[in-house]
């Protein structure tokens, strides 16, 4: 009876165990005690686009994933805007399996296979980029360090996290559940890494290239990493984005990331930069990686202004910006360069070369006509320009090239105000003649109620009457008051000499007659005119309100 019972035993142990014959299998059991076989396989194929795929290709394996046989499977066409795979219940001797995608590069086909590690349901199976990856990388392990199948996984995929830094173990347990290119940069990088923005071709060489690598060494080239940050930086410029802010970021096919707030961390990490904060300040780094096509240049923190409100981000300067400036967004700008003339426009952040030189001057000073160019004299370099005008007809002339315009024309003082914007900048100054002063050519200029204009020497040392005495050189002044100048446009500040005593606040009256002070190493002695005096030349007190009669300070010779 007890060999009856060990005998039946065996018998239904036979049923629920593995069978070299598939018809006959009735369940297989990992290590964990699940059901893992016989199984059906169900997933969607989650590659960028525009990558598409042509059919699936379910291999199954043995245990040092050697194919054992296959079978080809035609994409499921009532799922619309997805590609899903099934199919029917088979049996799997090992717990995984290997699915392979198959695309199509014009005439020829592109595989991209996966393992997926098989259990009680496998219905909810993704086929993506990155388990693709890893698939090499689990044959290397397996079959030439003699890991098994688990410990490969893991191992494929912690060298994965160390690259990417995200965790590809978690996601991969849970099979990539709500994660996918599209929504997680660390998923979307290793198509960076491959050229994806350019080509499907170029894409499809490059990730053979980064998985044999990978499969060799569980790292991904650095040489290759830069290349395609190189390929990546090269689509990036300056734009507004959907709110109409401005912005740096990428045009290209993918359009994934085009607004990817946090591409300078992929630079830093790849080029070996330290970007500072971007604040207000303009920071500056330089890409330092000679293995970039980029080494030397920076990338800079300018700040755009929107609504008041500053916004900076970090881009690439463009060359000719180390000689003629940042050509920000909000601003219109002239330079030159090498006897050539660049524009940078509102909204265009590019500089660019222009012959035109109408189109020079207006994007200089304005369109000729308006309130600020209208009948006014304009310098561009060294030459002169008019927006002449009759009624609304205006337009830009250089008739006044080579006129000699001296201090005696009637235009001297509207082209002297030319040469002071072309030196100085506009005059800011608002109803006021006690502006920014400053030496121009042989004479002096001062911003006076919005025009630069023309004042003495004495106005430009010794400024306003906000004092009533002042020293220059060792020579002392009193102001007298100021007077418009008709020919200049300006008004000038009188400084009249005066001797150092009254300088000094000494007194020289009657009383004070024939007395003698000393400063700045010479005497001063009180004199009076000969209306003060009688016949004799002695001072008559008496007389001292009569006309002609002065008393004053007279320097004696050394």
Known sequence: MRMCMIWLLFVLLGLVACSESENHVVARYDDVGF???PTALQGVIEYAPPLVPEYVRIVRVDSMLNSKDSIEIILDSTFKNSFVFKIAERDYEFPYVKIVGVFSDGKKKVEFPQYVDLRESNNDLKLNLNASLAAGRIETLVQKEGLDFSAAEEKAYSEMTEIFKADFNAWNTYRFKDVHYANRWELYEPYLYCRHEISDSVFYSDYKEMSEYFAKTGKVDSSLIVRAADAWLSTFAPAKDKNGRPTYKSF???????????YGRVFERIYGLTMPACNSYNHQVTIENKRSEFYGRKFACPCEYDNWASICFYRLVDPIEDTLGLCLLQTTTVAEYNNAYYVCKEKDNVWKAESEIDTVLKYKFGACGNSETKNQFFYLNDSLFFC????????????FVNKDINEEDSLYAAVLNARGVQKFGKCQTNNSYSGDKYPLDSVFVQCQYGKWGRIDSLTYYLG??????????????SCEGSLYHERFLTWQNIWKEIPAPVYYGEECYYIHFGEVVEHDGFSFVCEATDACKNEDGVVVPEIRFDPGCDYYWQKQDK
């Open 35 to 37: 059901q893992y076989s």
């Open 252 to 262: 290209s096919r993918d359009t994934l990331f085009v607004n990817y707030a946090y």
């Open 388 to 399: 002449e005008c009759d009624g609304d007809n205006c337009s830009w002339t250089d008739r």
């Open 464 to 477: 306003g009457c906000s004092r009533d005495k002042a020293e220059h050189l060792g020579v002392y002044y």
